[in-house]
Structures are given as structure tokens and as C-alpha cells.
């Protein structure tokens, strides 16, 4: 795995968001979208993807998968999905569809948590440069347990 400064895709990043953003005002205009992910985060270390979240009524979601799906995006295979999550991409970028309310708003306050404390960035990349050469299954285990346990003491 490689890994860049989210300095330097950050904007593309707000490129692809200021685009997208204004079709999804349009198309779930009760939605919330918003940049996620380590580009999001100032000063982490990226593999260079980058991630947004839409946040919607529960039932909404799968209505708004569809949609998604009909602009073009595709379900991005071997990642978690339920009823309240679901993670479609295009070639440019992926977006987490999360249910308002449900625990996969994790996304966001790991997001704030991270911008707003130096330390656990420092440990945030650490991990990423330690985890460099895992498998992405190991990668994503090391993460979310990570994550859970950054998030916990909140």
C-alpha cells in the first residue's frame, strides 16, 4: 500500500464534492453529504482514495442506492452492507450511504475526532505506515478496532 498526504489529493477531492454536491441537493435534497475519510482528515496519510457520506432517512436508503446506481455509481464489492450502509463508488471516488441515526454515523465523528486531536492523528498514521505491507483485510481489522477504540473514548 502506498501512501500519500491528504494535502496532495485534497483538491480533487473538494473538486469531485463541490460537483457532486450540488446534483445530490437536487436529486435527496433532505440528505446530508459531506467529505469523509482520510482525505477529510488535515495531515493524514492517504492511500490516496477518496470517500464521501450521504446520510438519509432510513426509509430512504435503498431508494437512494437505486438512485445512485442509476447516476452511474456501482456497489463496491467486498465491503460491509446492510440495511442502513451501503458503500457504492465511481471511478473517481466512493461514497458510504448511512442511514440517519444509525451507528454507521461513526464516519463523521471519527472524521472530527481525528481534526481535532493531534495526538490521535500522530497514532492514526502510525498505524497506516505500519500496515503497509498487510493484506487489506488485516488493514481494515488493525483500522476498525482502531477506530472503535479512538471513537469509545469519546
Known amino acids: 500500500m502506498k501512501l500519500i498526504e491528504s494535502s496532495e489529493i485534497y483538491s480533487i477531492a473538494l473538486k469531485h464534492f463541490e ?8 436529486e ?5 453529504f459531506e467529505h469523509i475519510g482520510s ?3 488535515k495531515g493524514a496519510l492517504t492511500k490516496g482514495d477518496i470517500d464521501f457520506y450521504l446520510e438519509v ?5 435503498k431508494q437512494v442506492v437505486n438512485r445512485l446506481l442509476e447516476l452511474g455509481f456501482s456497489i ?15 471511478d473517481d471516488f ?10 454507521y454515523e461513526f464516519f463523521k465523528h471519527f472524521r472530527d475526532k481525528i ?3 493531534p495526538n490521535s492523528l500522530k497514532q492514526y498514521n502510525a498505524l497506516k505506515i505500519s500496515a503497509k505491507n498487510l493484506s487489506e483485510e488485516d488493514y481494515r481489522k488493525i483500522k476498525s478496532t482502531f477506530i472503535e477504540s479512538l ?3 469519546s
Open 28 to 32: 435527496f435534497p433532505h440528505a446530508s
Open 151 to 153: 471513537l469509545k473514548t
Open 39 to 41: 482525505t477529510a482528515i
Open 94 to 103: 466512493a461514497i458510504q450511504v448511512v442511514s440517519k441515526g444509525s451507528k
Open 76 to 90: 463496491k464489492p467486498d465491503t460491509h452492507r446492510d440495511t442502513n450502509l451501503c458503500m457504492v463508488n465511481n
Open 19 to 26: 460537483q457532486w454536491k450540488s446534483i445530490f441537493k437536487t
Open 57 to 61: 432517512e432510513v426509509s430512504k436508503h
Open 115 to 117: 481534526n481535532q486531536d
